[in-house]
């Protein structure tokens, strides 16, 4: 079902309002992930994360260049909470580089994230980027760091978004970080993910964590994904072969089945990218997170992705632990896990990823875009037979 035909305060007050609704994720159609979950299963379980979204929807039809339709936003996720000003060991690594990860040079080289990590459109990164400097401006927080080299990632809504009319502004990142809170986080089409595309299926935000064992440390791991890649036939699902099963319900032109639906060029198979952000509260150093980022990549392969050409699938892990060891000035005490201990952290990573996507595509409901575009939301009721005709439904 799609609202596009409602203006945006209406929308703004339905998606309250279905907010205090949750919607079925993984977990509840019987999906039988892997691992044991946070008492949220979000990216929010690793204590101290925040995360906001500015959704922004509006208009139908043709679409014409700086008016609309608008199917956009911007996610904002804080490692320490908005209110904190203390920088967080971090790590990124690229899986395929046909996208963009700001500040990313300054991780690699001081092994700290300094500040949240905004995820938004191809196109809206500069104005959020921008934003994001004149916030910790404006709170103050330029009286101990002399610079911001803020990190803002990407992926292209431009098929359901009017993506060259800019319609991200400012003042929509600063709601984005000021609307950052823990506990459960909103999934689908919302923030950064309103225009995604997932495997031709609706995509977008979708968030997934993991509580290892006490004898492997009782740590957390949490991932948020802003999903927006993969060829429909790729699509597997606890290993069944969801995108071959579900061969229709491809992206088509409203009304689809009528004589303008037709095949759609405008999503080539290939196109797409994922942003993989990990949170943990393992005390690990940032050559041990760029290790822990780079296992973001085996979760998008359990679901069929393959990194395309044309995919930018780029991830950043940080780590809550070891408070203030970027603003002692003398010499820092510093914890960390010990490699032999590392693998459990690995797993789950790699665990939280692979469901993190699928609640994204489940939270991600039928939208019409520009020039009628519709994408389908991935169906729980198909997805639910075929997990039971392949012998795979859970409890």
Known sequence: MTRTHLPLAVLMLAAAASDAQRPERGRDLGIPFEGTTGPLNAIT???????????????SGKLVVGKGPVRTGVTAIFPRGRDADDPVFAGWFTMNG?????????????????????????????VVRDAVIEWVVRRGRMLQ???????????????????????????????????????RVVEGSVGGGTGMVCNQFKGGIGTASRRLDPQDGGYTVGVLVQCNYGRRRYLRIAGVPVGQEVSDLMPCRAPCGGPRSGTVAAIP?????IIIVVATDAPLLPHQLKRLARRGGLGVGRLGGVASNSSGDIFIAFSTANARAA?????????????????????????????????????????TGADDLTVYGLPHDRLRALLRKYNRLGP
Request: overall charge negative; cysteine-free; glycine content about 12%.
């Open 327 to 367: 603003r002692d000035s003398g010499l820092a005490q510093v914890s960390m896990t010990s490699n032999e201990q590392i693998t459990p952290l690995f797993e789950a990573t790699v665990q939280a990823t692979e469901e993190a996507i699928v609640n994204a595509m489940l939270a991600g409901q039928t939208m």
């Open 45 to 59: 379980d690793v204590g101290g994360v925040e995360v906001g979204h500015r959704t922004l929807v509006a208009g």
């Open 269 to 273: 198979a290939d196109v797409g990218s």
């Open 145 to 183: 760091d002399e610079w911001s080299l803020p990190v803002v990632a990407e992926t292209w809504d431009g098929v359901l978004n009017d993506i060259n009319g800019f319609h991200v502004t400012k003042q929509d990142a600063w709601a984005a970080m000021d609307s950052a809170r823990g506990g």
């Open 98 to 126: 046909n996208g963009e990860m700001t500040g990313t040079t300054w991780v690699e080289e001081s092994g700290f994230l300094w500040g949240p990590v905004m995820i938004t459109n191809t196109h809206s990164v500069g």
